[in-house]
């Protein structure tokens, strides 16, 4: 018995992680617990030697010492200002009466306004709860169909999660020792194919159902001429600037991510001012967000820290790459067979528990077949993207179920509201995986003496597993 458990440590440690995630105890701690367990079980049965848990110190401060994770504060911060300061209202006000006059103007005016902020922000709750709270009452009193209207800005929300400044891309770029402006490079083309993807569907809808997504009618287009000029560069200048600060000086090599990310809070703390609500409640909102998911972030981290060091001391990264490398098909076996074993993780398992789990296993195995690490973590960023789409469990419909009331949309309105646009997400992966080209020809335009690359990385020390001699 001893020696089967001896043989097969790493399948019985991923079996109990995978134990532990399905009872729903806490990701970090469910980490943790079997890191320590299995840890101390090899050193008993001889599988590690009795000090290699002490190299924990060193994967702790490695945490603690990464320049490159504080842009996850930033950026979440920055999101949950501007989730209340009124930038979103004009632009999703400005941009909806430009395309007033078109079937299905509403529904173009979210997905640009939602590719917007996600290239401000980063964060994807403050991009549905935005526009919720804003566009569902409009697109409604206006004829658009319950489900349509579900969908479409739940989706245009999880654009956040490709299109750069995105915190998944940070946390991808970490976990895999690239630079953050090469992923945020390689997301652009991503990023515009999903727009252009919603942009059809919707288009699609007004031809086949016109009914679902009619035009406004005359009395609604308030704007016109000068004043509809004046309101699209009061709600599209303030944005272009944030972009800027955010994205051109990463991608001039001005600026690191988190150095960007500091700018970012800096400018919208301004456009809250301008806009006059800026506030000491509001500033305490966004610091008690940003407190809680940071905190959660790293919780996490540090489990799953554990765990890997642990997973790797009794043989886990050979059973892994074993176990993938034979996979039928060479790279496109692989790729088809992770990206369906992380689409259905995603209906369980947060996007910053899949980031800091599952890529640190994959990823090798990844590098062994001579798959680029960048393409392939934008590629797992798409796919990740439909976590929070998925029915029951996404995240983007527990944030629009919280803001609309039950008695004007039913529960089964949000979820099939939401599947058309889960396919065109997976319509992407499928683009992504035989068009690479569509992420590497952005990283070969990509940024210019990229600051990011120049970060403090603490690695784990080479230690000798075998047990000692006595």
Same mark, same amino acid.
């Given at each position: 018995?001893?020696?089967?458990?001896?043989?097969?440590?790493?399948?019985?440690?991923?079996?109990?992680?995978?134990?532990?995630? %399905?009872?729903?105890? #806490?990701?970090?701690?469910?980490?943790?617990?079997?890191?320590?367990?299995?840890?101390?079980?090899?050193?008993?049965?001889?599988?590690?030697?009795?000090?290699?848990?002490?190299?924990?110190?060193?994967?702790?401060?490695?945490?603690?010492?990464?320049? %490159?994770?504080?842009?996850?504060?930033?950026?979440?911060?920055?999101?949950?200002?501007?989730?209340?300061?009124?930038?979103?209202?004009?632009?999703?006000?400005?941009?909806?009466?430009?395309?007033?006059?078109?079937?299905?103007?509403?529904?173009?005016?979210?997905? =640009?306004?939602?590719?917007?902020?996600?290239?401000?922000?980063?964060?994807?709750?403050?991009?549905?709860?935005?526009?919720?709270?804003?566009?569902? @009452?409009?697109?409604? $009193?206006?004829?658009?169909? *319950? $489900?349509?209207?579900?969908?479409?800005?739940?989706?245009?929300?999880?654009?956040?999660?490709?299109?750069?400044?995105? %915190?998944?891309?940070?946390?991808?770029?970490?976990?895999?020792?690239?630079?953050?402006?090469?992923?945020?490079?390689?997301?652009?083309?991503?990023?515009?194919?999903?727009?252009?993807?919603?942009?059809?569907?919707?288009?699609?809808?007004?031809?086949?159902?016109?009914?679902?997504?009619?035009?406004?009618?005359?009395?609604?287009?308030?704007?016109?001429? *000068?004043?509809?000029? &004046?309101?699209?560069?009061?709600?599209?200048? #303030?944005?272009?600037?944030?972009?800027?600060?955010?994205?051109?000086?990463?991608?001039?090599?001005?600026?690191?991510?988190?150095?960007?990310?500091?700018?970012?809070?800096?400018?919208?703390?301004?456009?809250?001012?301008?806009? $006059?609500?800026?506030? &000491?409640?509001?500033?305490?909102?966004?610091?008690?967000?940003?407190?809680?998911?940071?905190?959660?972030?790293?919780?996490?981290?540090?489990?799953?820290?554990?765990?890997?060091?642990? =997973?790797?001391?009794?043989?886990?990264?050979?059973?892994?790459?074993?176990?993938?490398?034979?996979?039928?098909?060479?790279?496109?076996?692989?790729?088809?067979?992770?990206?369906?074993?992380?689409? =259905?993780?995603?209906?369980?398992?947060?996007?910053?528990?899949?980031?800091?789990?599952?890529?640190?296993?994959?990823?090798?195995?990844?590098? *062994?077949?001579?798959?680029?690490?960048?393409?392939?973590?934008?590629?797992?960023?798409?796919?990740?993207?439909?976590?929070?789409?998925?029915?029951?469990?996404?995240?983007?419909?527990?944030?629009?179920?919280?803001?609309?009331?039950?008695?004007?949309?039913?529960?089964?309105?949000?979820? &099939?509201?939401?599947?058309?646009?889960?396919?065109?997400?997976?319509?992407?992966?499928? +683009?992504? +995986?035989?068009?690479?080209?569509?992420?590497?020809? &952005?990283?070969?335009?990509?940024?210019?003496?990229? @600051?990011?690359?120049?970060?403090?990385?603490?690695?784990? @020390?080479?230690?000798?597993?075998?047990? @000692?001699?006595?």
């Amino acid at each position: 018995m001893i020696d089967v458990i001896r043989h097969n440590m790493a399948p019985l440690m991923f079996a109990g992680m995978i134990v532990f995630m %399905l009872i729903g105890y #806490p990701a970090a701690f469910a980490l943790a617990a079997t890191g320590l367990f299995f840890g101390f079980v090899g050193i008993e049965l001889g599988l590690i030697r009795p000090d290699f848990l002490g190299n924990l110190t060193f994967q702790m401060f490695g945490i603690v010492s990464n320049d %490159l994770l504080l842009a996850i504060p930033f950026f979440t911060f920055m999101g949950a200002i501007l989730e209340k300061c009124g930038l979103a209202e004009d632009l999703l006000d400005s941009i909806g009466q430009l395309f007033g006059p078109v079937r299905g103007g509403l529904s173009y005016a979210v997905i =640009f306004v939602g590719a917007i902020l996600g290239a401000i922000t980063g964060t994807v709750a403050a991009s549905v709860i935005a526009m919720g709270v804003i566009s569902v @009452p409009i697109m409604l $009193r206006y004829g658009y169909s *319950k $489900r349509h209207t579900m969908g479409v800005i739940a989706a245009s929300g999880t654009i956040t999660q490709l299109i750069p400044p995105s %915190l998944v891309l940070v946390v991808l770029a970490d976990q895999m020792g690239k630079s953050v402006g090469d992923m945020y490079a390689g997301a652009i083309g991503p990023s515009i194919i999903q727009v252009a993807l919603f942009c059809i569907w919707v288009f699609i809808v007004s031809m086949i159902w016109p009914e679902q997504v009619p035009a406004l009618p005359p009395e609604a287009r308030t704007l016109k001429g *000068k004043a509809l000029a &004046w309101k699209c560069a009061r709600g599209i200048i #303030p944005s272009a600037g944030l972009i800027f600060l955010v994205l051109g000086t990463i991608f001039m090599g001005l600026a690191t991510p988190t150095e960007a990310g500091a700018m970012g809070v800096v400018g919208a703390i301004a456009v809250a001012a301008i806009n $006059r609500t800026l506030s &000491w409640s509001l500033l305490y909102a966004g610091m008690s967000s940003t407190m809680r998911i940071t905190a959660f972030v790293v919780y996490i981290l540090i489990g799953a820290r554990v765990f890997s060091l642990v =997973f790797q001391g009794v043989g886990g990264k050979e059973w892994i790459e074993h176990l993938l490398t034979g996979l039928p098909g060479g790279q496109t076996g692989f790729l088809v067979v992770v990206n369906i074993f992380i689409f =259905f993780v995603a209906f369980f398992l947060d996007f910053f528990e899949i980031a800091f789990i599952l890529i640190p296993l994959l990823a090798p195995v990844a590098d *062994k077949l001579g798959i680029d690490l960048v393409w392939f973590g934008v590629l797992i960023c798409a796919n990740i993207q439909t976590s929070f789409m998925h029915p029951p469990f996404g995240f983007a419909l527990f944030y629009l179920r919280g803001i609309t009331p039950r008695s004007v949309v039913s529960t089964s309105d949000l979820y &099939w509201g939401a599947i058309p646009w889960l396919f065109l997400q997976l319509i992407l992966v499928v +683009i992504l +995986i035989f068009w690479p080209q569509s992420v590497t020809y &952005w990283i070969d335009k990509g940024v210019k003496g990229d @600051p990011s690359k120049i970060e403090l990385k603490i690695e784990m @020390p080479d230690v000798d597993l075998a047990p @000692p001699k006595f």
